[in-house]
């Protein structure tokens, strides 16, 4: 069986993304740049706008942001391309993640498991509070950050819907106050 | 742990499904937040300090932490449907709507509207994340290394990730065996104390 020169080029970006989920420590965005040197780079099948589009998509959309692999995979090659990627990207963590989960669950009781929870808790809040510091440190302006001090308020002392906070915040970027 | 007393399940893999759906939809700019909320607040299905603990095994693993995320509590339920019922709710209707936005992006990304809008709502997800940490830190009052130890560990990954900028790859395994190394130390030296037999090395 041959496959067709379109087939295997998924073949192979389907086999990266495999090799890339399983360095995605932090998430599919701290492998973009392994991502662009690929599909923008080596193989030619995205530009560089339209890998930016594809990262800045998922941001506004709701849900994981780790759909901007399958808006990327559309983007180069429409459904075969999305399915690509997303499987790709998704199917190796995935897989860790649950045998992981498994592992760990029957043998809570072990201490190395319970030294590991106590030990790593620390540094998860912690890189919650980089990812808040990334994201305002990269949009300078007063107004900008008072908006995202005034959300995590809200947020650790009310009940408020994120989702208005959220319209609120979209509100506040059309008058063009951040 | 007097939260667990009030601690409640979902009804079906198909609960699971439906809820983590709802939850992804409110998630614009990382689901996080809402899911912390959702799941520990309104669902009660797991406590502040199980939620931190699975999100600490998702984000050491590869691959997106409100994936592994929603894996781990559906499989913790209803085995591996429930995981692919939570995993799937997560993943299968806001790819519907990111699908259709990238094809709306190319006509409105050059919209100021459009654009401010986006702006805002990225300041507000910013500060959603940070109230979320200072939400689920009282959790901490219960570990084991105690609380400056944590805090000295908390402020080393800040500073490495958020100021030096060093890469996640090297500081979460470099300060994560430090911190477990601390937490395993202090355990078993409690474990002695309190006349634990010296045998349970595991």
């Known amino acids: ?178 | 742990m007097t939260e667990s007393a009030a601690l409640r399940r979902p009804a079906s893999s198909a609960d699971l499904f439906v809820s983590f759906t709802w939850l992804a939809l409110q998630g614009f700019g990382g689901v996080l937040a809402v899911a912390q909320r959702v799941l520990c607040d309104d669902k009660r299905w797991v406590t502040k300090e199980e939620f931190l603990e699975l999100l600490a095994v998702g984000q050491v693993l590869p691959g997106p932490n409100v994936c592994n995320l929603a894996l781990m509590i559906g499989d913790r339920f209803f085995g591996w449907r429930g995981a692919f019922a939570a995993l799937g709710g997560m993943m299968a209707v806001p790819l519907v709507i990111v699908m259709a936005l990238a094809v709306l992006y190319v006509e409105f990304a050059a919209n100021p509207f459009v654009a401010g809008a986006l702006r805002g709502m990225g300041a507000v997800a910013a500060g959603l994340i940070v109230g979320t940490a200072l939400k689920l830190a009282p959790a901490l009052l219960h570990n084991p290394m105690g609380v400056p130890t944590c805090a000295a560990f908390g402020a080393a990954t800040f500073v490495l990730v958020a100021l030096l900028r060093y890469p996640l790859v090297w500081v979460l395994p470099g300060v994560g065996a430090a911190a477990c190394t601390v937490a395993w130390l202090r355990i078993r030296s409690k474990a002695v104390a309190e006349g634990a037999p010296p045998a349970d090395m595991s």
């Open chain 1, 1 to 178: 069986m041959t496959l067709s020169p379109e087939a295997s080029t998924w073949l192979v970006v389907f086999g990266h993304f495999l090799v890339l989920s399983l360095l995605a420590v932090g998430g599919a965005i701290s492998v973009a740049p392994e991502m662009h040197r690929l599909m923008v780079g080596q193989l030619g099948l995205l530009t560089d706008a339209q890998f930016n589009a594809s990262i800045a998509i998922a941001q506004a959309a709701p849900g994981p942001n780790v759909l901007f692999v399958a808006v990327m995979g559309y983007q180069a090659g429409g459904w075969m391309g999305a399915t690509a990627t997303l499987l790709g990207i998704m199917l190796p963590s995935t897989t860790l993640a649950y045998a992981a989960a498994r592992w760990g669950h029957a043998r809570a009781h072990w201490r190395g498991v319970q030294a590991f929870k106590a030990g790593m808790t620390p540094i998860t809040i912690a890189l919650l509070l980089v990812t808040g510091w990334i994201l305002t440190v990269d949009t300078p302006g007063v107004a900008h950050f008072a908006v995202t001090a005034l959300a995590a308020i809200l947020v650790w002392h009310t009940r408020i819907h994120m989702l208005w906070m959220i319209l609120a915040g979209a509100v506040v970027g059309v008058l063009g106050w951040v």
